[in-house]
């Protein structure tokens, strides 16, 4: 019998864990090469100009802001758009992760090498949230310049925001990962993941707000302990809203609810993407 | 450590519903050599190759690579074989270098090593220039740096499933030339549409239908076994299909138009005929060429399926 000598090294964890990393490393090159990181760069710029730039453009200084200190400065500045920024981030990093493997040519030039699924998933979910954290980055930088300026100082409390941030960029990384196992066709999964980010979830939480239903099981609601933890003393978890004809409860998350609401979107659709990514052979539409 | 110069299928299955698209086939192919694993459309041919190479998992049966069994030596196997499955696309943001280091990586070579890969087998197979995007390549460009990402580490065994597709006939050239060179000392198992390549790269073949496995033979073998049928006849001077049909009448099935002087002449096989044919076409006109159209093969190929029906 003929035979060749060949590489016999560890197929165990620690392989894959390298796997791993070399797909997160040349994830990040992909990204870094694609007119999708050019875009995001320019939206989230884009949002961080509107959200900072009002402000200068109208000459609002520390005394006409509205807010006592830095911290209620940069939760108030940062509570509307920060969370869209995430939705549009996480949405096209993650929402065609796995479907380009699955619904596209490329799965095999990639499935035929030595790596297992669990590997590509999760070396992809990392560059997905790194680039995503890296982008958010640069709200937080406008904002804390702006708040520099104005009181002359940046709460330490951003940096727990920043953690809490993070935390939401993986968990929204997290359900785009999940449509993208779920959808074949790349280009389906990227969007459905932005309609629902930023229309499903927003128009879900608003119908359950009025009809005073805690939307306790809204990623958005949970995300938005992310400002809410720059001064959480001064939030109350519900806040009746009286009009003549009817009355509106508005819930503010705990920061452990928005920690729980968050971890739960992250492991429950991180475990169910790689479920399904598993199950799917490669079949280019 | 060493790894078997062998594979070993046996009764393997993919069911999908109630479609069997690969039907109990075993066979076994050991040492150096090229093998066809030929069939028509939808035969089963790509099935198999991804059930050999753990891109699907067989419904019953198993196949071994090397003495290792894939499903549950997936990782090993692939990290020494090479694999060329369907038409794989690099990611097309890029550049043909990191598409070829990614893979040479992943199958935990050195970075040297797999930089020496894309300058000498690089060059030899003329991968376009490795800092172009894979995006900006041609479907041949991109085919080549694929074929290039195949044969990283020196796989003992290489699968090729339809590797010219895309391709022109000098690119083909390329490919035929590396598959003649590395099946010296490697064992490659080919997929191809295209039988002339077939006959001139491999020594076994291996026919399927319909899912199931019909035929295992040496290529000499089912050479001399179906002769060829069919002549492409080239005249010097300028000469009618009718003159052609009228003279060769009664003496074979039908005579078309290939190009300028040229036609095909299609008959029984048989080598008296053949030689009554080349006499009577030289009362016509002066004939400067009289050879096999299409191959032995292509006649093998026809017989099988119709037979196996």
Same mark, same amino acid.
């Given at each position: 019998?003929? &035979?060749?000598?060949?590489?016999?090294?560890?197929?165990?964890?620690?392989?894959?864990?390298?796997?791993?990393?070399?797909?997160?490393?040349?994830?990040?090159?992909?990204?870094?090469?694609?007119?999708?990181?050019?875009?995001?760069?320019?939206?989230?710029?884009?949002?961080?100009?509107?959200?900072?730039?009002?402000?200068?453009?109208?000459?609002?200084t520390?005394?006409?802001?509205?807010?006592?200190?830095?911290?209620d400065?940069?939760?108030?500045?940062?509570?509307?758009?920060?969370?869209?920024s995430?939705?549009?981030?996480?949405?096209?990093?993650?929402?065609?992760?796995?479907?380009?493997?699955?619904?596209?040519?490329?799965?095999? #030039?990639?499935?035929?090498?030595?790596?297992?699924?669990?590997?590509?998933?999760?070396?992809?979910?990392?560059?997905?949230?790194?680039?995503?954290f890296?982008?958010?980055?640069?709200?937080?930088?406008?904002?804390?310049?702006?708040s520099?300026?104005?009181?002359?100082?940046v709460s330490?409390?951003?940096?727990?925001?920043?953690?809490?941030?993070?935390?939401?960029?993986?968990?929204?990384?997290a359900?785009?990962?999940?449509?993208? %196992?779920?959808?074949?066709? !790349?280009?389906?999964?990227i969007?459905?993941?932005?309609?629902?980010?930023?229309?499903?979830?927003g128009?879900?939480?608003?119908?359950l707000?009025?009809?005073?239903?805690? !939307?306790?099981?809204?990623?958005?609601?949970?995300?938005?302990? $992310?400002?809410e933890?720059?001064?959480?003393?001064?939030?109350a978890?519900?806040?009746?809203?009286?009009?003549?004809?009817?009355?509106?409860?508005?819930?503010?998350?705990?920061?452990?609810?928005?920690?729980?609401?968050?971890?739960?979107?992250?492991? +429950? %659709?991180?475990?169910?993407?790689?479920?399904? #990514?598993? &199950?799917?052979?490669?079949?280019?539409? | 450590?060493?790894?078997?110069?062998?594979?070993?299928?046996?009764?393997?299955?993919k069911?999908?519903?109630?479609?069997k698209a690969?039907?109990?086939?075993?066979?076994?192919?050991?040492?150096?050599?090229?093998?066809?694993?030929?069939g028509?459309?939808?035969?089963?041919?790509?099935?198999? #190759?991804?059930?050999?190479?753990?891109?699907?998992?067989?419904? %019953?049966?198993?196949v071994?690579?090397?003495?290792?069994?894939?499903?549950?030596?997936?990782?090993?196997?692939?990290?020494?074989?090479?694999?060329?499955?369907?038409?794989?696309?690099?990611?097309?943001?890029?550049? $043909?270098?990191? %598409?070829?280091?990614?893979?040479?990586?992943?199958?935990g070579?050195?970075?040297?090593?797999?930089?020496?890969?894309?300058?000498?087998?690089?060059?030899?197979?003329?991968? !376009?220039?490795?800092?172009?995007?894979?995006?900006?390549?041609?479907r041949?460009?991109?085919?080549?740096?694929? #074929?290039?990402?195949?044969?990283?580490?020196?796989?003992?065994? +290489?699968?090729?499933?339809? !590797?010219?597709?895309?391709?022109?006939?000098?690119?083909?050239?390329?490919?035929?030339?590396?598959?003649?060179?590395w099946?010296k000392?490697?064992?490659?198992?080919?997929?191809?549409?295209?039988?002339?390549?077939?006959?001139?790269?491999?020594?076994?073949?291996?026919?399927?239908?319909?899912g199931?496995?019909?035929l295992?033979?040496?290529?000499?073998?089912?050479e001399?076994?179906?002769?060829?049928?069919?002549?492409r006849?080239?005249?010097?001077?300028?000469?009618?299909?009718?003159?052609?049909?009228?003279?060769l009448?009664?003496?074979?099935?039908?005579?078309?138009?290939?190009?300028?002087?040229?036609?095909?002449?299609?008959?029984?096989?048989?080598?008296?005929?053949?030689?009554? +044919?080349?006499?009577?076409?030289?009362?016509?006109?002066?004939?400067?060429?009289?050879?096999d159209?299409?191959?032995?093969?292509e006649?093998?190929?026809v017989?099988?399926i119709?037979?196996?029906?």
């Amino acid at each position: 019998m003929e &035979s060749m000598s060949y590489r016999d090294t560890d197929y165990g964890y620690m392989n894959d864990l390298r796997s791993m990393y070399i797909l997160f490393k040349y994830q990040i090159k992909f990204y870094l090469k694609t007119r999708r990181f050019v875009a995001m760069l320019i939206i989230v710029a884009l949002i961080t100009a509107l959200t900072v730039g009002i402000d200068l453009y109208e000459g609002v200084t520390k005394s006409t802001a509205g807010f006592a200190n830095s911290a209620d400065f940069i939760a108030g500045s940062l509570s509307g758009p920060l969370i869209t920024s995430i939705g549009i981030v996480a949405a096209f990093f993650g929402g065609d992760a796995t479907s380009i493997e699955t619904g596209t040519n490329s799965g095999y #030039f990639i499935m035929t090498q030595p790596v297992r699924k669990i590997s590509i998933l999760m070396g992809r979910f990392f560059a997905a949230v790194l680039l995503g954290f890296l982008l958010i980055m640069i709200e937080y930088a406008g904002v804390a310049a702006l708040s520099q300026d104005f009181y002359g100082t940046v709460s330490a409390g951003i940096l727990l925001s920043i953690i809490e941030a993070l935390f939401l960029i993986a968990s929204f990384t997290a359900v785009a990962f999940l449509f993208s %196992s779920i959808f074949k066709n !790349p280009l389906i999964g990227i969007l459905f993941s932005v309609i629902v980010f930023i229309l499903v979830f927003g128009i879900v939480q608003a119908i359950l707000e009025i009809t005073n239903i805690e !939307p306790w099981f809204i990623l958005n609601y949970g995300g938005e302990v $992310v400002t809410e933890i720059l001064s959480p003393s001064s939030i109350a978890h519900v806040t009746s809203i009286k009009t003549p004809a009817f009355t509106i409860e508005k819930y503010e998350p705990y920061i452990w609810e928005g920690n729980a609401i968050m971890g739960g979107y992250l492991v +429950i %659709s991180l475990i169910l993407s790689y479920i399904i #990514f598993r &199950s799917k052979e490669v079949r280019p539409q | 450590m060493s790894l078997d110069l062998r594979i070993e299928v046996s009764n393997l299955s993919k069911i999908y519903g109630k479609f069997k698209a690969v039907d109990n086939i075993s066979f076994n192919i050991e040492g150096s050599g090229a093998t066809a694993y030929l069939g028509q459309n939808g035969a089963g041919k790509t099935t198999t #190759f991804k059930m050999m190479t753990g891109l699907i998992k067989p419904s %019953s049966g198993n196949v071994k690579i090397g003495g290792y069994d894939i499903v549950t030596e997936r990782k090993r196997i692939l990290s020494n074989i090479g694999a060329l499955i369907e038409t794989p696309e690099p990611y097309a943001a890029l550049t $043909v270098r990191d %598409s070829i280091m990614l893979v040479g990586e992943l199958k935990g070579m050195k970075k040297s090593d797999i930089e020496d890969h894309i300058e000498n087998f690089g060059k030899r197979v003329e991968i !376009p220039d490795p800092s172009r995007k894979v995006g900006t390549l041609s479907r041949g460009q991109r085919a080549r740096v694929v #074929f290039a990402a195949a044969f990283l580490n020196n796989p003992p065994i +290489i699968f090729l499933d339809e !590797p010219t597709n895309g391709m022109d006939p000098a690119e083909r050239k390329i490919i035929r030339d590396v598959i003649l060179e590395w099946k010296k000392d490697h064992m490659i198992m080919l997929s191809s549409h295209l039988l002339q390549e077939v006959t001139d790269t491999c020594e076994n073949v291996i026919f399927i239908n319909r899912g199931k496995l019909v035929l295992q033979e040496k290529t000499r073998e089912i050479e001399s076994r179906f002769k060829s049928k069919s002549i492409r006849v080239t005249f010097k001077d300028s000469i009618s299909i009718d003159d052609v049909r009228k003279m060769l009448s009664g003496l074979v099935d039908r005579v078309e138009d290939d190009a300028s002087n040229s036609f095909i002449i299609y008959f029984d096989g048989d080598l008296d005929r053949r030689a009554d +044919i080349l006499e009577y076409c030289q009362r016509v006109g002066r004939v400067i060429s009289f050879s096999d159209y299409g191959s032995s093969l292509e006649e093998a190929f026809v017989n099988i399926i119709k037979d196996n029906q």
